[in-house]
């Protein structure tokens, strides 16, 4: 399947200096992110202006992709926008280590997007700081719910933790 992000910069290398805009809405399956925290179906804004070097093309703008999980103490659905600013080199040839490759007179953005988009998208996510997650117990979301076993839980805990300083102490002695 073609890359919906080759593009033709064969007017771009004959004159250093010139640009060109690329501003596109393309479907996220395309990047196969293979990423559960990327909403399968939504789009990617790709919003990218390719500048002509000497030394190859510059290709700097802002992507954007929706992201969605659950959080991950209490399990709300949470879903967001990622945008990220890029600024990525292009070269015919390599001569800088982090390039992408112009092969014949074409450019791929589409590898470039996709990299740049899961780093941008957040990595643990909680609905809030301090959420406080679900009851261990009664699955109560503590959040809204201050159910009654999280009193025997805490006694219970302080309880194993007694015990537990009791027995270095008689470890040392
Ligand atoms: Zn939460
Ligand atoms: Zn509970």
Same mark, same amino acid.
């Given at each position: 399947?073609?890359?919906?992000?080759?593009?033709?910069?064969?007017?771009?290398?004959?004159?250093?200096?010139?640009?060109?805009?690329?501003?596109?809405?393309?479907?996220?399956?395309?990047?196969?992110?293979? +990423?559960?925290?990327? /909403? &399968? =179906?939504? #789009?990617? %804004?790709?919003?990218?202006?390719?500048?002509?070097?000497?030394?190859?093309? !510059?290709?700097?703008?802002?992507?954007?992709?929706?992201?969605?999980?659950?959080?991950?103490?209490?399990?709300?659905?949470?879903?967001?926008?990622?945008?990220?600013?890029?600024?990525?080199?292009?070269?015919?040839?390599?001569?800088?280590? +982090?390039?992408?490759? /112009? &092969? =014949?007179? #074409?450019? %791929?953005?589409?590898?470039?997007?996709?990299?740049?988009?899961?780093?941008? !998208?957040?990595?643990?996510?909680?609905?809030?700081?301090?959420?406080?997650?679900?009851?261990?117990?009664?699955?109560?979301?503590?959040?809204?719910?201050?159910?009654?076993?999280?009193?025997?839980?805490?006694?219970?805990?302080?309880?194993?933790?007694?015990?537990?300083?009791?027995?270095?102490?008689? %470890?040392?002695?």
């Amino acid at each position: 399947m073609a890359s919906p992000l080759l593009v033709n910069v064969a007017e771009l290398l004959r004159r250093v200096g010139s640009v060109r805009e690329i501003d596109r809405q393309i479907e996220a399956d395309f990047f196969k992110f293979d +990423d559960s925290r990327i /909403i &399968t =179906g939504s #789009q990617v %804004d790709v919003a990218l202006t390719l500048e002509a070097l000497t030394d190859g093309i !510059v290709v700097h703008g802002t992507l954007g992709a929706q992201w969605g999980f659950e959080c991950r103490r209490c399990l709300k659905a949470l879903t967001g926008r990622a945008e990220v600013e890029v600024q990525e080199l292009y070269q015919a040839v390599i001569s800088d280590p +982090d390039a992408y490759p /112009i &092969t =014949g007179e #074409q450019l %791929d953005l589409l590898e470039m997007a996709r990299e740049n988009v899961l780093l941008a !998208v957040p990595l643990a996510p909680l609905c809030r700081a301090d959420c406080p997650g679900l009851c261990p117990q009664c699955g109560a979301d503590l959040q809204v719910d201050r159910c009654s076993c999280t009193r025997a839980e805490r006694d219970d805990r302080w309880a194993a933790l007694d015990s537990l300083n009791f027995e270095s102490r008689v %470890d040392e002695a």
